[in-house]
């Protein structure tokens, strides 16, 4: 099982008009807090994590190594307290001596932070010796700006319903002020302000409840440059309590809910957000040293904010949990539309889920998962789909016996590529852009077109070098007249060739290898040496980041690698690849300032390595790309280099986050590739497939495509009718009433059907569920809308629907119904009910078999006789689950969701020979995945099986989204061999890849609820077995020995075995 979204923290720093990601670390459980904070003695800022678990870790940002580093952990779960109702809620003292956190209702922990300008005295605490913030401490110096014990507040907070807190900024000499919103029985709400008094371990009451409006939501603390004090936010006014003033500054605002506030300057304006938003300034007004009122203005227009930063230079970046995440520049009015806002950059999110397909719209064997994302006018249709996408701007026809393609320029400074060089066995074509058509040239002088191109390339000074196999030949671009030509002698003849800037690599029969340099209008052979074997490829490029120039070589005999040092062509080192396939391709290449070397075999396969400083070839991995041969070129797009890998499994490899990644391309097969920045597309591609040379742009490179279909109203259900190639979708808005009330709107929509039914119900504030309801009957005619055909009524509300052999099965509230459609009268009849539910409120089905999943009941196996039109209960699960969806993976095994955020397996029964025990699944797995799953659905964003997909260590049978916005992949494990070595791999990783702030994998992963909590089993963690890729060659090692180890006696497991299979399970997603 593996998610493409997961629980992470990412790090970009802004650049002009944009965020790069430095670092992405997935985190051991969910993230309930995060701040950003700058110490004393610091020169970055550290960031505060806390977990909704009660882990707490302090990080660090190391600028060598890119990554994250704990500087202080602790764990403050208390399972015997009940947790606060508003959730976690986490604070950093302005002035840095403090973090507060409240976890559990009525609890208020401290975690003291030291701090110079404040007597150890004063302090009367211990400084822990490890990094653990929570734990017997010992006696020693303190360093400012480290942490001491956490303790709880000696005083309980008596404000049971906390609403929001705040840490006043106070000068450093007194102590820091905790200000707490809360509500009372009578749902009055109040705003009561203590002093920490950390040497004695206490809350002391400073200031006594303050009544403010009932609507009151938000406390912003205020800087001492300001006037200190905090506001408070309502739904119709903003307060400003301040210290300095005899009473509060009242500010009234049009009815809104504010959801996030950012401080801009010292403290005179603070940006907010409010739940449909919109963004406003509110500024704190001055006249003569005091605050004298408030002002708000509106600002503009954004997604709907669940956090506002204020980056620098204007930047503000928006991040939303019901849409994109959005960056934004905050610029000087516009005079025509008013805006100060321009949007940058905008990052995908696709929480929350509602309900998704699985559609194959295209019928390439490529399934799409369309979802119904976001919420209420950020509402919107997404599809997902997997690989990269390339859309095709032209195509020259018969090109079947190509051999090669390079672009050209018109001259060497030119921005825009005009010419394609086109080899074939036994000559070479030329194809100009001309306008918006590419026309094959003549009139090419000495250009040798009766013969075979090795390479082809721009030089310096507006010249073109051509390699074939008897010559080298510079030539000008205006008139194709030779400057310079290198003839090699008779029955020599050049195998391969590589140039950069204006040095020339080529490799002859017998292993001779030749350097030459074009300088002053002179071809000049440099450097020559001969090893003992065929050249079978070469690359010859310079490493910026290492400021040298080396060759790579591949060989035939040995199946060795052999990079060397230009200009004279010594050997650094060889490296003897395993197997018997020959390299035919080879590469050098800097991704993000890190050097690779890239090595392609004749079965498809490919070497990676890293350079290191001292110029040796180091952590060698393995990946199976394709079946055939590899070619591979490097190309950019939005300004980063990555490599294509033509085959018959087009594939571009690019880094994330300092790892190589692969992600396929969405054509069938390419066999030669260039880059092709023409004026028609910039960044566009010219490569040879289906034996045409097309011209094409591709998408950004990453590994899954997400297209947005805006609806600015929530999405709740959605269905795709195959014959009609139209999509259903059951959305919610709101529409103000005259007389002033909110009221919900449902509507169905249609996307882009013979047929649709909808289940509805209606819900009234007296009656704890529905007790009646319709299922409405729609079809569309031939104009393309909506027609209402049948309504049957229903005693309750209609929770799910299924089809089983062309009858409409239906989950209504505690009841499955079977209804069939007579065409003769166009009415549903009921034709039977399955009962004893609390609430149907999922349906799955496969074949002649439902699985229901009840609110509490969990799941419950149903078969339907279509000879009775009746349904027969198979089997139960006598355990209790608050189910939140369900799937069948086949006819006995049965995948279940709760509402814990765990997943559990169940299978039938039966062998058994009681009829008790026939009717009991029983479990077969459990696992904690950390996100609220909504639905399951069969199906897989990779290729349909073949008989190769089929030989996969996994097989993916089932997708899922949840609540937050992720994606999962659940595959199934066919043989018993490969499940106990990749459960023995599992526990291995355990131990090597440690989480961050020492958060464990195995609590991370146990299965949760209110009642119990045991160790996962039977489902293995995807995520975690994929990490064993990014382990360098030493810890894989250490990883397989232990592997090897465990299951001793079965089929033996080498490390390339090992590897390989990691390596196929990347390819189910």
Same mark, same amino acid.
């Given at each position: ?42 020169? /970055? ?5 806390? /977990? ?28 015997? &307290? ?87 900024? #106070?000068?450093?000499?007194?102590? +820091? /002020? ?65 210290? &300095? ?71 503000? *970046? ?43 719209? #295209? ?28 859309? #095709? ?134 450097? &020559? ?6 050249? %079978? ?33 010594? #050997? ?12 035919? %391709? ?239 009268? &166009? ?21 002649? *078999? ?33 189910? /939140? ?37 029983? +479990? ?115 990883? *397989? ?29």
């Amino acid at each position: 099982m593996t998610d493409e979204f997961s629980t992470n923290i990412d790090s970009n720093p802004t650049v002009r008009k944009s965020l790069r990601l430095i670092t992405d670390v997935p985190i051991y459980g969910r993230i309930a807090c995060i701040h950003a904070f700058r110490p004393e003695h610091r020169d /970055t800022d550290l960031i505060f994590v806390s /977990t909704e678990r009660g882990s707490v870790i302090v990080l660090s940002f190391d600028q060598q190594t890119q990554r994250l580093v704990p500087e202080a952990t602790g764990d403050f779960n208390d399972p015997s &307290s009940r947790l606060a109702d508003p959730g976690q809620i986490g604070l950093v003292d302005p002035q840095n001596r403090m973090i507060g956190l409240h976890i559990h209702q009525g609890n208020f922990k401290i975690i003291p932070m030291f701090h110079s300008q404040i007597s150890l005295s004063s302090w009367n605490l211990l400084v822990n010796s490890s990094q653990s913030i929570k734990g017997k401490g010992v006696a020693r110096p303190p360093v400012p700006g480290e942490f001491g014990e956490a303790f709880n507040a000696k005083q309980v907070l008596d404000e049971l319903h906390v609403i929001s807190l705040a840490l006043l900024h #106070e000068p450093i000499e007194k102590h +820091p /002020t905790l200000a707490v919103l809360h509500m009372d029985s009578k749902e009055s709400r109040y705003v009561t302000q203590y002093e920490v008094v950390i040497k004695e371990k206490a809350l002391v009451l400073k200031s006594a409840a303050t009544k403010v409006e009932n609507g009151s939501s938000l406390l912003i603390p205020v800087p001492l440059a300001a006037g200190g004090g905090v506001l408070v936010v309502g739904e119709q006014s903003i307060a400003l309590h301040s210290p &300095s003033l005899q009473k509060p500054i009242m500010l009234s605002i049009k009815a809104t809910l504010i959801k996030c506030f950012n401080q801009v300057d010292v403290g005179f304006r603070y940006l907010l957000g409010d739940y449909e938003g919109q963004l406003y300034i509110l500024a704190i007004i001055f006249a003569n040293g005091t605050a004298r009122e408030l002002k708000m203005t509106p600002v503009g227009q954004t997604v709907q904010a669940s956090s506002l930063t204020y980056l620098t230079d204007g930047y503000l *970046f928006v991040a939303s949990h019901f849409g994109d995440s959005e960056l934004y520049l905050i610029v000087p009015e516009d005079a025509n539309t008013g805006n100060v806002l321009t949007l940058c950059k905008t990052f995908s999110n696709l929480a929350p889920i509602s309900d998704f397909c699985v559609v194959d719209i #295209e019928k390439q064997g490529q399934a799409q998962i369309v979802a119904c994302s976001g919420a209420q006018r950020d509402g919107s249709i997404r599809i997902i789909r997997n690989g990269i996408g390339v859309e #095709e701007i032209g195509q020259l026809d018969d090109m079947e016996e190509l051999t090669g393609v390079w672009a050209l320029k018109p001259y060497s400074a030119a921005r825009h590529d005009n010419v394609l060089v086109l080899s074939f066995i036994g000559e070479t074509r030329l194809q100009k852009l001309d306008g918006d058509s590419m026309a094959e040239m003549d009139m090419l002088g000495n250009f040798k077109t009766a013969e075979r191109t090795l390479w082809c390339q721009n030089l310096s000074s507006d010249m073109v070098v051509q390699i074939t196999s008897q010559s080298i030949t510079i030539l000008t671009i205006e008139g194709w007249t030779t400057v310079a030509e290198w003839c090699f002698d008779l029955g020599a003849s050049v195998t391969h060739a590589s140039v950069y800037q204006n040095m020339i690599l080529v490799s002859l029969g017998g292993g001779m290898i030749h350097l030459f340099e074009f300088n002053d209008r002179e071809l000049v052979m440099k450097r &020559s040496i001969q090893i003992q074997v065929e050249v %079978s490829c070469l690359h010859i490029c310079k490493m910026e980041e290492l400021n040298v120039c080396l060759c790579a070589v591949g060989c035939w005999e040995d199946n060795s690698v052999r990079l060397l040092k230009i200009p004279d062509l010594s #050997e650094i080192q060889k490296e003897i690849l395993p197997g018997d396939t020959i390299p035919r %391709s080879i590469l050098l290449v800097e991704f993000d300032n890190l050097p690779y070397l890239l090595v392609s075999l004749g079965d498809g396969q490919l070497f990676n390595f890293r350079i290191g400083k001292s110029l040796k070839l180091a952590d060698r991995k393995k990946i199976t790309l394709a079946t055939q041969p590899i070619t591979l070129r490097t190309f950019q797009s939005h300004g980063r280099t990555h490599v294509f890998a033509a085959s018959d499994r087009p594939t571009v490899i690019f880094v994330k986050s300092g790892q190589l990644l692969y992600s396929n391309v969405n054509v069938r097969e390419i066999s030669h590739v260039s880059p092709f920045n023409s004026h028609m597309a910039e960044g566009a591609l010219a490569f040879a497939s289906d034996g045409a040379l097309k011209i094409g742009t591709i998408e950004t490179v990453q590994k899954l495509h997400i297209k947005t279909i805006k609806l600015g109203e929530t999405p709740r259900r959605i269905a795709y009718h195959d014959v009609s190639h139209t999509f259903g979708v059951l959305t919610v808005f709101s529409r103000n009433l005259p007389n002033g009330d909110l009221a919900d709107i449902s509507c169905l929509r249609l996307l882009d059907g013979q047929g649709y039914e909808v289940g509805t119900g209606f819900a009234f504030p007296h009656e704890d569920e529905p007790v009646r309801g319709r299922i409405l009957v729609f079809k569309v005619n031939d104009m393309r809308l909506l027609q209402l055909v049948h309504e049957y009524d229903i005693r309750g509300s209609a929770y799910s629907f299924v089809s089983v052999h062309g009858r409409l099965v239906a989950g209504v509230n505690s009841n499955v119904m079977v209804l069939r459609w007579n065409s003769d009268t &166009s009415l549903l009849e009921l034709q039977s009910m399955n009962h004893g539910h609390v609430l149907a409120l999922s349906l799955a089905v496969r074949g002649d *078999f439902i699985l229901v999943a009840d609110l509490i009941k969990s799941i419950t196996l149903l078969q339907f006789d279509l000879a009775t039109d009746s349904l027969k209960e198979l089997a139960y699960d006598a355990d209790s689950n608050w189910m /939140t969806a369900a799937e069948l993976i086949d006819d006995d095994t049965f995948l279940g969701a709760d509402s814990s955020m765990n997943i559990f397996a169940l299978s039938k029964q039966g062998d058994q020979v009681s009829e008790e025990e026939r009717q009991r699944l029983r +479990p077969k797995g459990w696992f904690h995945t950390g996100e609220l799953i909504n639905r399951f659905r069969k199906g897989s964003l990779t290729l349909h099986a073949t008989d190769e997909t089929l030989a996969l260590p996994a097989i993916p049978e089932i997708l899922y989204c949840t609540v937050h916005g992720a994606i999962g992949v659940v595959a199934r494990i066919p043989s018993d061999e490969t499940a106990k070595i990749l459960s023995t791999l599992q526990e291995a990783l355990k131990s090597v890849v440690q989480g961050v702030g020492g958060l464990i994998h195995s609590d991370w992963r146990r299965y949760r609820t209110e009642r119990r909590s045991i160790k996962s089993a039977g489902i293995i963690d995807g995520d975690l077995i994929e990490s064993f890729l990014e382990l360098d060659r030493s810890m894989q090692d250490h990883v *397989f020995t232990q592997v090897a180890t465990q299951v001793a006696g079965s089929t033996p497991v080498t490390l390339e075995t090992l590897t390989k299979m990691v390596e196929d399970l990347t390819r189910i997603h």
